[in-house]
């Protein structure tokens, strides 16, 4: 039996170290049958391509690529995608790490059809900038294999808090171009309908360490998230409420049956309305009168 081929899109940007040990990780993966694609998004840092060259002269399964310019963050990730070639994918970033047998029970619980998935992912070690762990042992309770699709995407509605598995292993096939676009949120409103074509399934061993931090999870960068001065504004004075019609708006744009629309709203309306966002709104509304810094008017 043939081993399947995974595409792995590594993103790189001015992190050597980082850079260092997620090829360190990806390289030495039991499933062996990878091709590992990097791009380099004009790190201004000159030890990033030196690592990069260092691994594709030893290893012919990884593909390097130097973008002439910054592209952009999303740019970059879509760069990666369109390079791939296999029928299963993933993102990697370059401050994440994976255990050696990552690639190998994702893929093979991906395969498994009682599973019903299209996203196969595990449990998640947190761990700080500066190497502490934060949390040994973490999953958003989202898996689900039900065939039904309405039942999957209320498990994620429901649960979903964190983007983790958003960096699982995919059938390449089921993503959609959600997964490109510029809003806020735009990696949560990928899976959800990511959930049309089957489930997220999560194995319950922790292969995966995820570093927590960084620009964009601070308010004052929400504004970058889009082009138009109103929506600016909209996400600076409550992200709450912005996320909120960030999902309604992908709903209602996705072809769902109309049932199925207003089956999916109604579930939003639940999520936003439960006592994490509620303090979440009330935060966003706070800050407003104590942090006048974080103001789109003052940071644009």
Known sequence: ????????????????????????CLT???????????????????????????????????KP???KENIGALGNFRFVFEQATAEFYMWAADDDEWDADFVSVCLANLLNPKHHAVLSFCHVR?????GKILQPNFSDTVSCDSS???????????HSGGNHSFYGIYRKSSINEWFFQKRFGSDHLAL????????????????FTSTIGGGGFERKSFHKYYDS???????????????WYEFLRCIWLTPYRLREKLVLSFFTCIRFSRPRYLRRFAGDMLALFTKPEIWYFRNR
């Open 1 to 24: 039996m043939q081993i399947p081929l995974v595409s792995v899109g590594l993103l790189a940007y001015n992190r050597p170290v980082g850079l260092r040990r997620a090829l360190e």
């Open 28 to 62: 030495q993966q039991s499933h062996g049958n990878l091709e590992i694609i990097v791009s380099d998004n004009a790190s201004a840092l000159p030890e990033v391509q030196p690592i990069i060259q260092e691994f594709a002269a030893k290893d012919s399964r990884i």
């Open 65 to 67: 690529f130097k973008q």
């Open 126 to 130: 947190k761990r700080d900038a500066a």
């Open 148 to 158: 039904r699709m309405l039942r999957r995407s209320w498990q994620y509605l429901y």
């Open 192 to 207: 959800l309908v990511l959930l049309r074509q089957g489930g997220i399934h999560i194995d319950p061993r922790v292969l």
């Open 229 to 243: 001065t109103f929506m600016k504004i909209c996400v600076n004075l409550s992200s709450t409420l912005t996320w």
